[in-house]
């Protein structure tokens, strides 16, 4: 069976921000639900490259919450491999990798 992650993303009046894979759509919807309830707060995510992002959540806001399963290829996903070495090269008597001066 192969390998899958799940992206977010959070459309905030319809500006789309994909989030870095720490984010939890959960704890998203707790949040967004916690700021309308209490008329208005800030949401804080973590976007795809790395920065903070603090969202302004009114009840007026509109966010969407998405989750997409990406499925993986064996031959591209990140499985436990060997470590990387780089090749073996023989060079013949006569074919040297450098230069004589």
Known sequence: MGQSIERLRIAVDGVSHALAPLEHADDLRRQVLAAVHAGGGFLTVTTDDGSKLSILVTPATSVTISVVTVHLQE???DTQQAA?????ISYDDDDTP???I
């Open 75 to 77: 031959d591209t996903a």
């Open 84 to 88: 990387w070495a780089p090749p073996s």
């Open 98 to 100: 450098f230069d004589v």
